[in-house]
């Protein structure tokens, strides 16, 4: 009897586990979906834009950008953690984490092309952020924090695409991170230059002060606390 208890008991911890798991994946994937959908309509506005067919556009654009980019990185955070939970299809969670990765690779790709075609409307910076677990990088998860110490103040102004080295099975990110020589954890590239090692709130201050041209961005990174 103790045995055809546990065993019960086993089987519905099987059943809710590869029901949950397939709720979130379907949930994701169709998410990801729209995601896919998102880049492809921002990557034909940006090319109706720089062939002057669309014209004073690049306000709206931006504005479509910023949402789309903040999407993206809600939905990565909830990827990552639903990876990490998945009992039974975690395969596939990571499968499709890897189209979140390229996700971001994509909308960092266009946000730099778009800053030079609309310098205008483009006051922002752009980050990578290479991380990975407390035990490889112990000084990531406070990166991290420091991080989104600057998203809180800039909001829109920056944006931060995080890569995990969960993610090293796309090649994308092979490609990337050798482009730009980084071999350790964390590495930050910013505006396509490489800061490698943890970098402190104040030095990242100054860093992100230097890149902003705006009065009001300026007003709100340069000065201290």
């Known amino acids: ?9 086993f089987s519905i911890g099987m059943f809710f586990g590869f029901w949950m798991d397939t709720e979130r994946l379907d949930y994701m994937t169709e998410l990801s979906n729209i995601q896919e959908l998102n880049y492809r309509s921002l990557q034909l506005q940006y090319q109706l834009v720089s062939d002057n067919i669309l014209k004073n556009e690049c306000q709206a654009i931006k504005g479509l950008f910023d949402t789309f980019i903040i999407e993206l990185e809600e939905s990565r955070e909830r990827i990552e953690a639903y990876s990490a939970d998945a009992t039974v299809k975690k395969s596939d969670f ?3 984490l890897r189209r979140y990765t390229l996700s971001q690779i994509n909308f960092w790709y266009i946000s ?3 800053k030079e075609q609309c310098p205008k409307s483009s006051d922002y910076v752009t980050i990578i952020y290479f991380h990975s677990n407390p035990v490889e990088c112990p000084k990531c998860t406070e990166q991290g924090t420091i ?7 800039l909001k829109q102004n920056i944006l931060i695409f995080a890569i995990s080295e969960n993610t090293e099975m796309e090649p994308t990110v092979s490609l990337v991170k050798n482009s730009y020589n980084i071999s350790s ?3 930050l590239i910013i505006d396509n230059e490489i800061v490698t090692g943890f970098v402190t709130r104040e030095e990242l201050r100054d860093i992100l002060c230097k890149r902003f041209k705006s009065d009001e961005n300026r007003e709100i ?4 606390e």
């Open 185 to 187: 954890y964390p590495s």
């Open 112 to 114: 730099n092309k778009f």
């Open 147 to 153: 991080l989104d110490y600057f998203k809180l103040k």
């Open 1 to 9: 009897i103790a045995f055809l208890i546990t065993l019960a008991v």
């Open 221 to 224: 990174i340069c000065k201290g």
């Open 94 to 96: 990571e499968q499709l």
